[in-house]
């Protein structure tokens, strides 16, 4: 009796230790390896993304970029144009 119990429990480990092993075999693959690296970097930079947004939340709350001008159109600048596009001796601004 005690020989069957330990050949059956031979069995059960021999099927498990194959089992796990071939599973840790599937995830060294340079698919799996590739698939969980290009994961790694995407949420990475997602982080990276969602903290330069905030950056730049704090950086134009501080500046006071975000007011709104007396004419109510979103620019604090309130001409429209891209910045130092009405500035005298600056090259490529535009002349008055």
């Given at each position: 009796m005690p020989r069957v119990f330990y050949i059956a429990l031979g069995?059960?480990?021999g099927v498990v230790t194959v089992?796990?092993?071939?599973r840790?075999?599937?995830?060294?693959t340079p698919q799996h390896l590739a698939g969980s690296l290009v994961e790694s970097v995407q949420d990475f930079l997602a982080d990276v993304r969602e903290g330069m947004a905030e950056r730049e939340d704090?950086?134009?709350?501080?500046?006071?970029?975000d007011d709104t001008g007396p004419d109510d159109t979103g620019d604090a600048r309130g001409a429209g144009g891209p910045p130092g596009?009405?500035?005298p001796g600056i090259p490529g601004a535009r002349s008055a």
């Open positions: 069995a059960a480990v089992r796990r092993a071939a840790a075999v599937s995830t060294l704090e950086l134009r709350q501080a500046l006071g970029l596009a009405d500035a």
